[in-house]
């Protein structure tokens, strides 16, 4: 081995333990340079004390320490701490990045997760304005920009422009508005508010009954909801009233209909024992009132109608007294003093009904010049005057009923030719004509009447409108039947009548005005049959007819327009008989006829006596025969049957 080195350079001995000579000069560089020169030191006190000294050096150097020889700083402690733990600093420097890094990427995803919060803040901020904005936008569609046009000549297309936009904002509100009870709240009233512009008979509405339907069953149900969550809230109590009298008003001639209004009366009942003096409980009160007392006429409880109209009345007079600044008091208490007068004359005193009415009527008048010239005014006053010709039909006063359908439809002729795309005002425009061609056919003038009738026909019908409004098309063919009976067109009135008990009957299990008038026309049919000598047929109508009257229950209930029809029909049974007794030659038929015909006359007399101040137009408007000219038959009949 020592040869081995003795032959070696410097350069190979040096390769042998640090790879080469270069790194092995790096490592001597420094530290050894510094051992040796204080080694070699003159100053015995610049150089080692002890060779013991020297030889610690020279190990310390060789572990890595920092050696006397050098005059060590900060910097050359740690160099030599670096190359002592080079591995371990290396691993602490790559978790230290590691955990640089980590500390950076969380930096950096709490940088953008606050953006993002921020984003999401600043869209729903975004979302609720623009919910907000929609929010606003329907309402005043509704409530503002609606109301604004609605008295505008002609704007019938632009309202429904404006409901039909109002009425997909509404739908799209009404997806977030569970839970929240104001907007379910606010909602319900838009909805409402929608149902009455669209098909409120008693208003300014666009005619669109189902469209109206549907609208209120949205209404109902979010008011039901917001009622269930405030129990003890009179105006939530009220919205769900109100909203249940309105599904009554749009049912008044359907079974479902009484039900619906004493559901309305159920929730106020009690309100009225803890809130007596509450104006707006008083004003619902009223108004279920009003409904009732047009259920209570459909179903033939007349006289319960006018007792209910009277109720109405008093209420909106007590509200007046309280808060003359009532919205639309004045106007609800002259419609009321025309409904109740109009009731009142078609089954009770028509002297005091014509007083009230004049009452009315000249509030109406006040009203439309305190309100310059509002079209929805002047139509309550168009409306007031033509109940007020019915009344004055019944009196037998046909020169003024006919000035007030003259007058009623002048106004309306005003309205209509402003707005003609307006269904509602159109089809008051035909009724009001069927009314003047109907008081033509009771003066007897039955060849101008006819051409009036039938084009008041054609137009209502050419309206194609969704739900009947005044007397509706069955009540117009009879007429039309009545006018060509008059002028002997016997076979053309036999088909009117006809087509008119075939519409009646569909009805007549829904409401009592359809049986009644039902009944009135079976009889006419018979009447048209008589003339024709089909005799056996004219039995039949006159017998369905009685049926249809219900007699015994319709004098247990007042129902009057069914004991028009009873007493009509045995006046024509009494007829058929008179006119076989004539035909026949043998003497015992001819005793046994002219004695039914007697008796059919008594029944007929005697049905009258149960018809408080008879009219020749019944309540519900059809020609009846004059009871005076029933007594001179029975009369001419008891001749007859004891003439030797």
């Not at 978790?95 to 984003?119: K, N, S, W």
């Not at 997806?175 to 208003?203: C, K, M």
């Not at 049959?529 to 229950?553: G, I, P, W």
Request: charged letters at 25%; a neutral charge.
């Amino acid at each position: 081995m020592s040869e081995g080195i003795q032959q070696g350079s410097p350069d190979q001995t040096s390769g042998c333990s640090e790879g080469s000579p270069a790194k092995l000069r790096r490592r001597l560089a420094g530290d050894v340079d510094n051992i040796v020169l204080m080694a070699l030191r003159k100053e015995p006190n610049r150089r080692y004390a002890s060779v013991e000294q020297f030889a610690e050096d020279i190990n310390r150097h060789l572990e890595g320490l920092p050696v006397l020889a050098v005059k060590g700083s900060a910097a050359y402690r740690a160099s030599k701490f670096v190359r002592r733990h080079r591995a371990s600093l290396a691993a602490s420097a790559v978790v230290a990045i590691a955990l640089g890094v980590g500390v950076v990427a969380t930096l950096r995803e709490a940088g953008i997760a606050r953006r993002q919060a921020e984003i999401a803040t600043l869209e729903r901020a975004k979302a609720e304005k623009r919910f907000g904005d929609v929010r606003e936008l329907a309402n005043s569609l509704i409530f503002e920009i609606h109301d604004s046009i609605q008295g505008l000549p002609g704007a019938t297309p632009s309202r429904k422009l404006l409901l039909d936009r109002a009425v997909q904002y509404l739908d799209k509100l009404s997806q977030d508005a569970t839970g929240d009870v104001a907007l379910q709240r606010e909602l319900g009233w838009a909805y409402q508010r929608l149902a009455t512009v669209q098909g409120d008979t008693t208003q300014s509405n666009l005619g669109q009954v189902s469209a109206a339907e549907v609208s209120n069953r949205k209404a109902m149900a979010l008011f039901e909801a917001v009622a269930k969550a405030n129990p003890d809230n009179l105006t939530d109590q009220l919205n769900l009233a109100m909203v249940y009298r309105w599904r009554a008003f749009l049912d008044i001639y359907e079974t479902v209909g009484r039900a619906e209004i004493d559901r309305a009366l159920a929730v106020t009942e009690p309100l009225v024992r803890s809130h007596s003096n509450n104006v707006d409980l008083k004003n619902e009160r009223a108004y279920e009132y009003l409904i009732l007392a047009s259920i209570q006429d459909a179903v033939g409880d007349r006289l319960l109608a006018i007792d209910s109209f009277r109720k109405v009345f008093d209420l909106r007079q007590e509200i007046l007294q309280e808060n003359p600044s009532y919205p639309g008091i004045r106007q609800g208490i002259a419609k009321v003093t025309v409904l109740l007068a109009h009731e009142m004359g078609r089954f009770g005193s028509r002297d005091e009904a014509l007083r009230l009415m004049n009452t009315g009527i000249a509030e109406f008048q006040d009203l439309v010049k305190a309100t310059a010239g509002d079209p929805g005014m002047i139509r309550e006053l168009s409306a007031a005057e033509s109940r007020r010709g019915d009344v004055e039909l019944m009196q037998g006063d046909i020169a003024s009923a006919r000035d007030d359908f003259n007058n009623s439809r002048r106004r309306i002729e005003r309205l209509a030719r402003l707005d003609p795309e307006n269904k509602m005002l159109q089809s008051d425009l035909w009724v009001v004509q069927f009314e003047d061609g109907r008081a033509l056919a009771v003066a007897g003038r039955n060849a101008e009447a006819l051409p009036v009738l039938e084009g008041a026909f054609g137009g209502y019908k050419s309206l194609h409108l969704e739900a009947d409004v005044g007397p509706g098309p069955p009540a117009m063919q009879a007429w039309i039947g009545e006018a060509q009976q008059g002028t002997h067109n016997f076979a053309q009135a036999l088909k009117n009548y006809e087509a008119a008990a075939a519409g009646l009957a569909e009805d007549q299990a829904n409401f009592d005005d359809a049986r009644c008038d039902l009944a009135m026309v079976e009889a006419k049919i018979g009447d048209a049959l008589l003339k024709m000598d089909r005799e056996q047929e004219a039995a039949a109508h006159y017998a369905k007819a009685l049926e249809t009257a219900r007699l015994s229950v319709s004098v247990e209930h007042n129902d009057v327009p069914a004991l028009y029809a009873a007493a009509e029909a045995y006046a024509g049974v009494g007829n058929l008989a008179s006119l076989q007794a004539r035909k026949t030659t043998k003497i015992t038929a001819r005793y046994k006829l002219w004695n039914d015909a007697c008796v059919s006359y008594e029944k007929s007399l005697s049905t009258w006596t149960q018809i408080s101040n008879p009219s020749r137009v019944s309540g519900n408007g059809y020609l009846a025969s004059d009871p005076k000219t029933i007594a001179l038959r029975l009369a001419d009949c008891k001749a007859h049957l004891y003439r030797p």
